[in-house]
């Protein structure tokens, strides 16, 4: 038996790095059969030997962090043979796996970068003051009376930090400096035109350094603390970040 283990950062999205993953194996010797999914953070691939001795397990998580997704795979196998001919049918099918992810990763990645250029994302932000953050309040829509962080879509060409300062000026009349990145939540619905379900909110600690936030696109803003979260109607897409959001105000 053996295992390995590959850690890759990809400059996309939760759900880009995970879909653009989900045809794996090409080169590996046999064909790969997906047996766990929890799309877009996790699953597990399988493939067995034409005697159906030997087994190799790929498993990968996928993981949101600052600049992009954290792909890490661990793959744990054997060709299943004892004695000294298994030590070198082990070796070799390490080698062979070995090989064959390298060149997978390598052209995962760039098809992962490029898709995500197709794929409108959405940026929030956190704005902490004084062990409180600020929310805002819905005005019209499916949404309308629910409350959010300020934030918008990223525009063609425009990086994610750039377009959360953007947004929060266009929207509160502030300019905010970003500080820690919270997390990622997919979206369900359709986001600038794009296929429904690609496109996630990445959320960002941040602060007020100019100005005094104005509800422009909102029809109310509120200061709330760490016991207030709770009790706030919130959009179902900021609802998973809440955890973090708490933390960060608990130790502000």
Known sequence: ????RFTTLVEAPLTVA??????????????LREVESDRPYSDVHVTESPTGRGRVTSARRFTATA????????????????????????????RRLQRAVRVDLAGYVAAAEARAHE?????????????????????????????????????????QLAALVRECAEELGA??????FLGEVPLDGVVGGGPRG???????????VSGEPVAHEHAALR????????????????RPLLPAVRTLLTRS
Do not use: H, N
């Open 67 to 94: 600049d992009g997704t954290l792909v890490d795979q661990r793959i744990d196998g054997g060709s299943g043979l004892r004695g000294p001919l298994g030590w070198v049918a082990d070796r070799v099918l390490r």
């Open 1 to 4: 038996m053996f295992s390995l």
């Open 119 to 159: 794929v409108v994302q959405v940026v929030g932000a956190a704005l902490v003051d004084a062990g409180r953050v600020l929310v805002a309040q819905r005005s019209g829509g499916p949404y309308d009376g629910c409350w959010e962080f300020p934030g918008g879509k990223v525009e063609p060409g425009e990086s």
């Open 18 to 31: 995970f879909d653009v993953a989900r045809a794996p194996g090409r080169s590996w010797p046999t064909p």
């Open 223 to 238: 200061w709330v603390t760490a016991d207030e979260l709770d009790d706030v109607d919130w959009i179902a897409a900021d």
């Open 175 to 180: 300019t905010v400096e970003p500080g820690d």
């Open 198 to 208: 690609a496109s996630t909110m990445r959320v960002w600690a941040a602060r007020v």
